[in-house]
Nanobody, 123 residues
Framework: VQLQASGGGLVQAGGSLRLSCAAS????????MGWFRQAPGKEREFVAA????????YYADSVKGRFTISRDNAKNTVYLQMNSLKPEDTAVYYC?????????????????WGQGTLVTVSS
């Protein structure tokens, strides 16, 4: 499985962005997927995750109520809708997937990683 993240950019505080992660491979629909981020000078951290069916989602407290993770298995794509963005959301965002079927906030449970897309939120 190969993952390609896109949709990052520069946005003002309070604005919105939608990230996409397109996956190759027929097993995408059986994998749980997640988004992580790494801010400059900081360790990578969990943002959101979604189960293989999309029926269960899980968020970091820092983004709960502002970000929404979703997936379209017919398009082999997972999304991260980010609203009410804050300067502290500035980071490189990575999508991750499989082989777990459900969701996880632990990096080591994901085998496949996208290349990252940069989100910059200006104040």
């Amino acid at each position: 499985v190969q993952l390609q993240a896109s949709g990052g950019g520069l946005v003002q505080a309070g604005g919105s962005l939608r990230l996409s992660c397109a996956a190759s491979g027929r097993t995408f629909s059986s994998y749980g997927m997640g988004w992580f981020r790494q801010a400059p000078g900081k360790e990578r951290e969990f943002v959101a995750a979604i189960s293989w069916s999309g029926g269960t989602t899980y968020y970091a407290d820092s983004v709960k109520g502002r970000f929404t993770i979703s997936r379209d298995n017919a398009k082999n794509t997972v999304y991260l809708q980010m609203n009410s963005l804050k300067p502290e959301d500035t980071a490189v965002y990575y999508c991750a997937g499989g082989p777990l079927k459900y969701y996880s906030d632990y990096e080591y449970e994901y085998n496949y990683w996208g290349q990252g897309t940069l989100v910059t939120v200006s104040s």
